[in-house]
C-alpha cells in the first residue's frame, strides 16, 4: 500500500502565474482533503472532495479550486499565485462509511510551494 | 467555535520523561479527536486518536486523555526518546473536516 502520494515535491513560481498539485489517495479512500500549512502553524482546511464534488469549503477565495477524478485522485488549483501562497499544500485521504463518519484521515508528504 | 487552542508552543524533556501536551476545543459537535507527529519536511502521520464516548485510550507509549465536560484532551508520552523529537498537533474534526491546533514542537534531550 503505497499511501498517499503527492507531486510534485517542491515547485517554485512567479506571483500571478498558476499552479497544478496533485494527489493520489490511499488505497480503499474515497475521500481526499486539502490543507494549507505555513510556516510554524497547523495545517488549514481548503476544501474536501468527494464522489468528484467539493464537498466542503474552508476559509479560502476563489483562486483556490479543485478536481476529483474518477479513481479519486484529485488536484488543487491555485490561480494567480500571491507571495503569501507560499506554504506546504498537504492532502488527506479518508473514506466516508454509510451511516457514519468518515475513517481515519492519512496525509501525503506534501507539496512545498515557493511563489517568488 | 471553530478553534483548537493547543498548549505549550514547545517543550524540552530529558529521555525517559513524560511530556504532555494539552488541546482545548469549542464546539461539542466535533466527534473525533486525533494526534499527528510531524517531522521537518514531512506530512502529518496519525499517532493515535480517540472518539469522545472514550476517556482514555493507549497505543505503545502513547496516551490520550479525553475530558468531555471540560471539552480538553491531552497527549501523554511514556518513556520518551530522542527520536520523539518532532512537532506534534492536536486536532479535532467536525462535518468531516480537521481542525488543527497551533502545534507542539517537543524536544527530547539524550
Known amino acids: 500500500d503505497a499511501g498517499v502520494t503527492q507531486s510534485p515535491t517542491h515547485l517554485i513560481k512567479t506571483r500571478g502565474q498558476q499552479v497544478t498539485l496533485r494527489c493520489s489517495p490511499k488505497?480503499?479512500?474515497?475521500?481526499v482533503s486539502w490543507y494549507q500549512q505555513a510556516l510554524g502553524q497547523g495545517p488549514q482546511f481548503i476544501f474536501q472532495?468527494?464522489?468528484?464534488?467539493?464537498?466542503q469549503r474552508g476559509n479560502f477565495p476563489d483562486r483556490f479550486s479543485g478536481h476529483q477524478f474518477p479513481n479519486y485522485s484529485s488536484e488543487l488549483n491555485v490561480n494567480a499565485l500571491l507571495l503569501g501562497d507560499s506554504a506546504l499544500y498537504l492532502c488527506?485521504?479518508?473514506?466516508?462509511?454509510?451511516?457514519?463518519?468518515?475513517?481515519?484521515?492519512?496525509f501525503g508528504q506534501g507539496t512545498r510551494l515557493t511563489v517568488v | 467555535q471553530q478553534q483548537v487552542k493547543q498548549s505549550p508552543q514547545s517543550l524540552i524533556v530529558q529521555k525517559g520523561g513524560i511530556p504532555i501536551i494539552n488541546c482545548a476545543y469549542e464546539n461539542t459537535a466535533f466527534d473525533y479527536f486525533p494526534w499527528y507527529q510531524q517531522f521537518p519536511g514531512k506530512g502529518p502521520a496519525l499517532l493515535i486518536a480517540i472518539r469522545p464516548d472514550v476517556s482514555e485510550k493507549k497505543e505503545g507509549r502513547f496516551t490520550i486523555s479525553f475530558n468531555k465536560s471540560a471539552k480538553q484532551f491531552s497527549l501523554h508520552i511514556m518513556d520518551s526518546q530522542p527520536g520523539d523529537s518532532a512537532t506534534y498537533f492536536c486536532?479535532?474534526?467536525?462535518?468531516?473536516?480537521?481542525?488543527f491546533g497551533q502545534g507542539t514542537t517537543l524536544q527530547v534531550k539524550p
Open positions: 488505497s480503499g479512500h474515497d475521500t
Open positions: 472532495y468527494y464522489e468528484e464534488e467539493e464537498r
Open positions: 486536532a479535532s474534526r467536525g462535518a468531516g473536516k480537521l481542525i
Open positions: 488527506a485521504s479518508s473514506r466516508i462509511l454509510l451511516g457514519g463518519p468518515n475513517t481515519e484521515a492519512f
